[in-house]
């Protein structure tokens, strides 16, 4: 990124909901440590190029310990001769205040998610490298976009079309043909990042640099514009950005402009992600092979039942069988299918020892081929993700500055407008006088600002007339991404085409949704329509159980639920499946 094209502000999100944990973990064995350590070995190699390039650095990386991150970043930069006016910002870590702010007891680690107006601080005052703690993942795109335009807190709309480039670029090649439902039509052997050349009034354009392999297109952006989301009103710290404003328009090859992006006051309280130790767990998983698969499922579990002393039983055991054999197969692997044993419980000693003592016991006593697909291990704790919301005042939001100078953080200005209610479009923008490209090398106001980076139901459209329907995947005429958020669910699914989307809406219920993906039977499932982008977007409540590090499901970040829903059979007009757009 540093060497392929123009480039302003290099932006790095590191922080997963499952990253928290990690680090969290790592804390509590070396308190210097729960920052991200790769950041420091990626600034070994790049932080001499950026600062002769005159590419500003924001990151995440901080974690836990951003002030930490700082220091090493300055001793580094010392080491490796460099020049670097280094800053973070902090406030985000709410674990020493837990008590006084009412948060349960037995965390490990309880972060507030910070808006951009710290990271702004900070570059204003010549910062050439930030890193932070939690803060939103767009805010690391929202924050250079506040310092160079100058956007005041009640610019919502400008502040909430950053916040749509940011969550563009936060998943680096998910927006350049990475994960990408139709990556058929495209090489996306070694997708190239994505970058945002980003505008005063809070437009952009996603693109990359020239060379790169994979594609930025409607399809790519929109792809990623669904990911992890819950409809039309996306809410920060900043502002509310309104989803079902975004407009999408290729304006030439790997170029996607993005506008009309409508921004609204935030909620007056920031999400906070909670991380604790969840128990104990452990896995076992049979190989089931040939004939008489349930079967043999069956008698496994029998024994198992008998096998296991009451006295050691896990508070949770729950089994799985995943038909993954085929008749009359050519090999092995292709004729077997797994039982999946998954433990749980507080006592480690319950998925230890005597779980797999109990099910290796097995292995003469069984069904015909027994066999495991590893040797039971001790079992491993697990961690829980839940969020809680405090008061936005109550969280002490610091710039601490190259000098050490600290700077507080004031929280935005919200209100108690309704969701349907509007500010006004066409406020301009804060003028303020061109940057010195001498202190940050950031762009002047007539060109762009460029950036990398790693409600209730709409109306429905018009249906489509009857006629003729064959039936056949559902990804053959729409696209999905889905993801996680805590223990939800999230899952967008788009049309191709404008017929495509007058289907989908109309088809894609939530009662349809049930019927072709079961295992979302016992959760709450909500729906939101987003016509700008002809998509459909679900939340499936509960779905991961307690997130993604309890591993509640098979796959327990939901990445592949998308897939799987594309992969369903349904009556779909032949009028939409001969159409060019269909993939082969």
Known sequence: MLTGGPLDVLTGDYLAELTMLILARDRLKDPSRGYARTFLRQMEECLGLARERGVSIVVNAGGLNPARLAE????????????????????????????????????????????????AACLREGAEVVVTGRVTDAALVVGPGIAHFGWAPTDFDALAGAVVAGHVLECG??????????????????????????????????????GTGGAVTTGTVTAQLLYETRGSHYLGPDVTARLDTVRLA???????????????????????????LGGHHNEVVFVLTGLDIEAKAALVR?????????AARPAELRWTLARTDHPDAPTEEAASGLLRLTARDADPAKVGRELGKA?????????????????PGPGAP?????????????????????????????????????????????????????????????????????????????????????????????????????????GDA????????????????????????????????????????????????????????????????????????????????????????????TPL
């Open 302 to 310: 029998r024994q198992f039942a008998q096998a296991l002393p009451a």
């Open 359 to 375: 099910a290796v016991e097995l292995g003469l006593a069984g069904y015909p081929g027994f066999h495991l697909t590893a040797p």
């Open 173 to 210: 090649a998910q927006a350049t043909g990475g994960n990408y439902a139709f990556f058929r039509e495209h090489d996306v052997t070694h997708p190239g990042f994505p970058l945002a050349e980003l505008h005063a009034d809070g437009s952009s354009v996603i693109t990359k640099h020239p």
């Open 250 to 276: 290729e304006e030439g090859p790997d170029r996607v402009r993005i506008d009309g992006v409508r921004g609204e006051a935030p909620p007056s309280t920031l999400k906070v992600g909670l991380n604790a």
């Open 72 to 119: 090493e970043l300055r001793e580094l930069a010392r080491r490796l001769g460099v020049e670097a006016r280094v800053a973070h910002v902090e406030g985000d870590d709410l674990l020493p205040r837990r008590e006084e702010l009412g948060l349960p007891q037995g965390l490990l680690a309880a972060n507030a998610y910070l808006g951009a107006f710290g990271i």
């Open 382 to 486: 697990y961690g829980v993700f839940t969020a809680a919301y405090v008061d936005a005042k109550a969280v002490e939001h610091t710039a601490v500055l190259p000098d050490g100078r600290r700077i507080a953080v004031p929280p935005a200005p919200v209100s108690d407008r309704s969701a349907g209610d509007r500010p006004t479009r066409d406020r301009p923008t804060r003028d303020r006088s061109p940057i010195d490209r001498s202190s940050c090398d950031l762009s002047p106001r007539d060109r762009p600002l460029t950036a990398q980076g790693g409600g209730g139901e709409t109306q429905l459209p018009e249906p489509l007339p009857p006629g003729p329907t064959r039936r056949a995947p559902l990804g053959l005429v729409a696209g999905a991404r889905s993801g996680d958020k805590g």
């Open 490 to 581: 999230n899952l967008g699914i788009w049309a191709r085409t404008e017929e495509g989307w007058r289907w989908l809406a109309h088809t894609l219920t939530v009662d349809r949704l049930r019927e072709l993906l079961p295992e979302t039977a016992g959760s709450d499932v909500t729906r939101q329509l987003l016509p700008n982008l002809r998509a459909v977007n679900f939340t499936v409540a509960g779905l991961l159980g307690e997130g993604a590090a309890a591993r509640h499901r098979f796959d327990p970040q939901a990445k592949a639920l998308g897939e799987w829903l594309r992969s369903r059979h349904l009556d779909i007009p032949t009028a939409l499946l001969d159409t060019p757009e």
